[in-house]
């Protein structure tokens, strides 16, 4: 089955700085990469994806990009603010199961 | 929508006793997902539904765990009797298509003691 390893477990930056947490993933049919934010106490939750016939998806500080060749695919955050401090998790879907990498917890320093 | 609708929000019971956790959809959604999440584990898939029916329950741990959904906006996970390693949070979520864009609720903090 699908291996998703995801990259680093924590992270810590200042402020205003970027971020970037990464992921590879074994299974070449996996089509669709989600991102998911979780917040202390609350269900994960959709914040970018990106399927597999695209490289590079942005929306305002937040971005994806995929290399399909390498199997792996990285969520990159600009401008860090305190309130996007959460645990960050990557999956991978073959679109018939989604596989979740460990989580990487963000913490942004104010 | 007021989104994916989960109750109760945390449970504590005493093992051996029944638990049941409900679940509302996003209406328009024809999938459901019932996901445990544990520091051990991260997020496992226990079952999921396509139009109320059960399509692969693969993920459920033992025969102490049933799901059922009777109509396409309310779904139980009921763990029959429970022990203290069921203690977890579970999730449902639901999509317009499956295993994408999964908008998952804020989940049943369950515990037994």
């Known amino acids: 089955g699908e291996n998703v390893e995801q990259h680093p477990s924590t992270l810590s930056v200042q402020e205003g700085d970027s971020a970037v947490i990464k992921c590879t993933y074994s299974d070449s049919a996996s089509n669709y990469f989600p991102w998911y934010k979780q917040e202390l106490g609350k269900g994960p939750q959709l914040i970018i994806d990106?399927?597999?016939?695209?490289g590079e998806k942005k929306d305002q500080r937040i971005a994806v990009t995929l290399n399909k060749t390498a199997k792996h695919f990285s969520l990159h955050i600009t401008e860090t603010q305190p309130e996007d401090s959460a645990v960050y998790f990557c999956a991978a879907s073959t679109g018939n199961q989604f596989y979740f990498g460990t989580g990487t917890s963000l913490t942004v320093i104010p | 929508d007021a989104g994916v609708i989960q109750s109760p929000r945390h449970e504590v019971t005493e093992m051996g006793q029944e638990v049941t956790l409900r679940c509302k959809p996003i209406?328009?959604?024809?999938?459901l997902f019932w996901y445990r999440q544990t520091m051990m584990r991260g997020l496992e898939l226990l079952i999921y539904?396509?139009?109320?029916?059960?399509?692969?329950d693969s993920g459920m741990p033992e025969d102490r765990f049933s799901a059922k959904m009777p109509n396409a906006s309310f779904s139980t996970l009921k763990i029959q009797p429970s022990e203290p390693r069921d203690s977890a949070v579970y999730f449902c979520a639901s999509s317009f298509v499956a295993f994408e864009k999964l908008f998952f609720g804020s989940g049943t903090q369950l515990s037994v003691l």
């Open positions: 209406s328009g959604h024809d999938y």
């Open positions: 539904f396509n139009n109320n029916v059960p399509i692969d």
């Open positions: 990106i399927r597999s016939n695209v």
